[in-house]
């Protein structure tokens, strides 16, 4: 695919809509809520001279929470082995790799990466060399930034161009395309009242392949490489959201005020207030009156609507906003059954991580010739990954483990031994020893809430 068509792509509303997305997971709202104040044909109806007439932008970061909520995959980094063909553990090659990754932005970027892949639903690493720090540069696309030419049949990247987040002196958008032969640092111009790109940069591609790893959220799209936008259902909910925040605000004014209902003709530019004098002329015959009078709206009712369906809309994206009412379960059973689509959400998006591990694995180990890492080509890397579980409810936990003690079917050792299943002999011995003797451990009074 020629980079202008790329170009193309990335001024497609997809990739729009994708940068707003990733605009509200980094809490940026600003310009997008002043567009629908502004725009009256736009979604929320607008305000009009909103600016003008004290209206404060609010906003709640719903779609942000979600993201926070569901990306764990890398909250605690994989071990990463690299085995060998027939099995075996390449233990030069796993100490490489290792520090390789150690010594670049790998944490950060990953972490990243697991965000954006959830938001996205398809996030990509690409891995570059840094020949002044010998070290590896890895940077983060996905739709917002990225476009990439992509064999589904095959699994190969056959060309790919990304924003560089940068501008020229000329302040022209600078690009990064890759495909097997080059590499490319592209300027976007106008020419003829059209964008287009024009070559700064160009360098033969020694590597003969485009390095770059996707991670997707779940699973691969049916058909193509990017997914459908999926997002919106959170931008556009995240939008209703902020609207309501901000329309309750500013009508709120006319509930403890009210609005002037009178018979008489006030003159223009009058000052009307709670507190305002108005004085008008009147007729012997009339009989004039000034009420202030406020809508009756029931907004707790349509709060708890918006309420349940942001629930609704967390758990389809695998949160669980509310447990038990407050936030934490009040018994072991409810945690199960409320936390299980979430846990197995976390199972799923483990396993697309160890597939991104592999293919990350085999972008390095085929850069590995040009700059002597030393990695295999034919190996594989295993990364072993924290089996995701349940949370904990501790005062549950403690209170069955201390009918357990105390009808002598556990002693303090096993409960140490659950706690802890590394401790020693010796660390036993010395817990004991401060227990003082006692049939129960000292633990946290969790009966009393501390």
Known sequence: MHYNDHLDNLCACETVSAQKAVDYLDGYYTPYLET?????AGYGGGIKDWKKRGVMLLWENFLGMIIEMSAKSYQSQPVRTVMNVDGSLNEDATLKYNELLKKSNFRPAVEDLDQLSRLLKVAVMVPQYIAETD??????VSRNNCDVDFDVKTGMTKSLMYSAGAVSKAGHKLYTYWDSEFVMDLERVSENGRSELKIVGKERNTYKIVPS???????????????KPAWEQLTYLNDGVN????????????????ALFTNLNIPEGTVIGGDA????????????????????VEVAKFMDWLDSYKEAVADQWGVNLKVAGSGSADSGFKLVVEEASSLELRKKRINAARDFERQNYKVIAGMSEIHGW???????????????????????????????????????????????????EEELKLKAAANNGSVLPTLPNFDEGT
């Open 36 to 40: 629908l104040l502004t725009n009256t």
């Open 135 to 140: 070290e590896l540069l890895f940077s983060v």
């Open 374 to 424: 030393g990695l295999p080509i034919d190996g594989e890397l295993v990364a072993d990954f924290d089996e995701p579980s349940l949370p904990v409810d501790q005062a549950q936990t403690w209170t069955e483990w201390k009918e357990k003690i105390a009808l002598n079917l556990a002693t303090p050792e096993d409960f140490w031994r659950w706690e802890n299943p590394d401790i020693t």
């Open 243 to 258: 609207m309501y925040h901000i329309e309750t605000k500013f009508n709120s004014r006319y509930g403890a005020l009210g």
């Open 277 to 296: 004098i108005i004085s008008v002329e009147t007729q012997p015959e009339e009989t004039p009156f000034v009420e202030y009078r406020s809508p009756q």
């Open 213 to 227: 790893a996707p991670l997707y959220d779940i699973r691969k799209p049916r058909y193509h490489f990017w997914s």
